[in-house]
């Protein structure tokens, strides 16, 4: 029988107990030789913060601060130059990890008080952050902007006009400046129009930009409606309170005017572009007081010659007060191509696909309740009505809205 060979029986191993990091670490108020880091404090006990920040090339620093900071004055930076930041916990011999940041002091050519300092990434999307920070005492003509894409090298954006705040667009996985985001992965990185962006993980309503002519095309501006009836509208219509007058001429109705964030019309070259990409489904939504209509149709698009419209294959509560429209082109106060008895856009007083004239009018007059000139919908409120709250969207037919349970 073999000699039994005695095994090594180690120690018993003591657990290390792992100190709660800190998170959120940022930098606010840089300037030429000076930063103020802020983060959020460890949610267990610790015994104190380590701070880390160098340039790269000079030697890096170590601050230990107590445990009851949450802030952090660094001073006597070199100007123009970009530090990077690490701060972790301390309980006892150990140590938590680290939460990190970047910054650029400003390069001091303006004095003292004069840098540019402050900046913050908000609002973060998969494609766009809202960039804001402290603008120099004294005026400047144009920013110029340092990005990096993660992997990718670092790119320049200059000249873009002298604000306070800046919205960047981004396609890449992330993006950092001075100020670090992450956008996260994109199922479409050029969206078409609202629902890819819906699938690109915007839940909520608001203004996006969109490519309906792909990614060679131009961007174009939007408010997408990512509530209503499974969202991912884009929305090109909308009267609430008569802010804007909508009684234009034919150039403004092809180029679009308004507020997206009010009473807008997008413009009918986008109209065209966005209803010939793909096969559309349009929405109208209507309010006034307490009431609340819509009416749906699975057929919607525009011709490019004069914009005519096709529309058909009714559903909803308001009635269907557009398929008379169908076939019909657009015609404005100064460009009537196929005036009927009378010339329908001067007489009730807007631009829209008239015909002998009209049985709806949402781009009429505002709160305009005699002549036929208001913002009308025959089938729910009949002609002498002016309705309150108007809402056109447009959707393609195929999408089916994400679960978001």
């Not at 002091?105 to 540019?116: A, H």
């Not at 873009?160 to 985001?181: H, R, Y």
């Amino acid at each position: 029988m073999a000699p039994l060979v005695p095994l090594y029986m180690s120690p018993c191993l003591q657990q290390v107990q792992v100190p709660d990091p800190p998170t959120d670490l940022r930098a606010v108020n840089v300037t030429d030789t000076k930063a103020l880091l802020l983060w959020r404090p460890a949610l267990a006990a610790v015994d104190k913060y380590a701070i880390v920040y160098g340039s790269g090339t000079d030697s890096e620093l170590r601050v230990t601060v107590s445990a009851n900071a949450a802030e952090q004055q660094l001073s006597g930076l070199q100007g123009a130059t970009t530090y990077t930041v690490t701060i972790s916990s301390q309980l006892g011999s150990n140590e938590s990890s680290e939460a990190s940041t970047s910054f650029t002091t400003t390069s001091g050519s303006g004095g003292d008080g004069d840098g540019f300092g402050d900046l913050q990434s908000k609002d973060v999307t998969p494609r766009t952050a809202r960039l804001s920070w402290k603008p120099p005492t004294k005026p400047a003509g144009s920013y110029r902007l340092t990005y990096q894409t993660e992997g990718q090298e670092v790119k320049i954006k200059s000249k873009f006009l002298c604000s306070s705040s800046f919205l960047f667009l981004f396609s890449s996985s992330s993006s950092s400046s001075s100020s670090s985001s992450s956008s996260g992965t994109l199922r479409f990185p050029f969206p078409t129009d609202c629902s890819q962006e819906l699938l690109n993980g915007i839940l909520t309503s608001g203004e996006v930009d969109i490519f309906p002519q792909g990614r060679s095309g131009p961007p174009v501006m939007v408010y997408c409606d990512m509530e209503t009836d499974g969202g991912g509208w884009t929305v090109f219509q909308r009267r609430k309170d008569g802010s804007v007058d909508f009684f234009r001429g034919w150039k403004e109705y092809i180029k679009g005017f308004g507020s997206l964030s009010g009473e807008f019309w997008l413009g009918l070259d986008n109209l065209y572009n966005l209803t010939s990409m793909t096969k559309m489904i349009l929405r109208v939504d209507l309010r006034d007081q307490d009431e609340a209509a819509f009416a749906k149709y699975s057929t919607f698009e525009l011709v490019k010659r004069n914009y005519k419209l096709i529309v058909g294959g009714y559903s909803g509560t308001a009635g269907d007060s557009l398929s008379y429209h169908s076939q019909r082109i657009f015609s404005t106060k100064d460009r009537d191509l196929a005036p009927f008895i009378t010339r329908c856009a001067m007489s009730y007083r807007g631009g829209w696909w008239y015909k002998n004239c009209h049985e709806a009018n949402l781009n009429g007059v505002y709160g305009k309740d005699i002549n036929h000139q208001g913002v009308i919908w025959t089938t729910w409120k009949g002609k002498e009505f002016s309705i309150a709250f108007a809402e056109m969207k447009m959707r393609p037919a195929a999408f089916s809205p994400p679960n978001r349970g």
